[in-house]
């Protein structure tokens, strides 16, 4: 059972614009929903997270908005340049567990 | 330092085989963790040690053994395994569970092991 779905699979899009990267989750005691991004040959690495009593988190270029009714959070990258090529996995989690659980991730691609 | 080091990078072994992977930190976390990734697909948990103690086990073939011998290092030996056992192993480590803990793992680069 997918508790965490993830779209798209893969994204193209030009240097300078906006990528958008959604997920849905289904269990409901989920309260951590962290971002990874990873390049080929290395391990994920945290990018930004968000606990639901946020809408929205911004770090710099990358912003995740949160809706709680509808158990959906998202990723913007803006300005997006060539060296955020890599995947990007969606997860969540109960913050005080050990357990995340990821989306099957979306592969972007920023053409110069 | 958030560095999870793992070695080898790379290791090819045979069906008959016995070798071992290794991960260290030194961030003071007290939880470690296993994952199997293929290719194109999200990590898939293996095993969690909390405080040095083996505490999640999800259904992973007994021919993939995990050992925590002190909180800063986690190793899985391999025995007997199968060639569709070739993938990216990463190990992370967090903060132990609890409250006030957040779930934050901080993942090594992985081992990419293959299986002849």
């Known amino acids: 059972q997918q508790q965490v779905k993830q779209s798209p699979q893969s994204l193209i899009v030009q240097k300078g614009g906006i990528s958008i990267i959604n997920c849905a989750y289904e269990?409901?005691?989920?309260?951590?929903f962290p971002w990874y991004q990873q390049f080929p040959g290395k391990g994920p690495a945290l990018l930004i997270a968000?606990?639901?009593?946020?809408s929205e988190k911004k770090e710099g270029r990358f912003t995740i908005s949160f809706n709680k009714s509808a158990k959906q959070f998202s990723l913007h990258i803006m300005d997006s340049q060539p060296g955020d090529s890599a995947t990007y996995f969606c997860a969540a989690s109960k913050a005080a567990g050990n357990k995340l659980t990821f989306g099957g991730g979306t592969r972007v691609l920023v053409k110069p | 330092d958030t560095e999870v080091t793992q070695t080898p990078k790379h290791l090819v072994m045979g069906m008959t085989n016995k070798k071992s992977l290794k991960c260290e930190q030194h961030m003071g976390h007290r939880a470690m963790y296993w994952y199997k990734q293929k290719a194109k697909k999200p990590p898939e948990l293996m095993f969690v040690y909390s405080y040095e103690k083996l505490s999640i086990n999800e259904s992973v073939p007994s021919r993939f053994s995990p050992e925590c011998p002190n909180s800063s290092l986690l190793n899985l030996h391999l025995h007997a395994l199968q060639p569709e056992d070739s993938a990216l192993y990463l190990c992370?480590?967090?903060?132990?569970?609890?409250?006030?803990?957040?779930?934050?793992?901080?993942f090594g680069a992985g081992t990419r092991l293959s299986v002849l």
């Open positions: 968000i606990r639901p009593d946020v």
């Open positions: 992370a480590s967090s903060q132990a569970p609890g409250l006030l803990a957040k779930n934050i793992q901080y």
């Open positions: 269990n409901t005691a989920f309260d951590y």
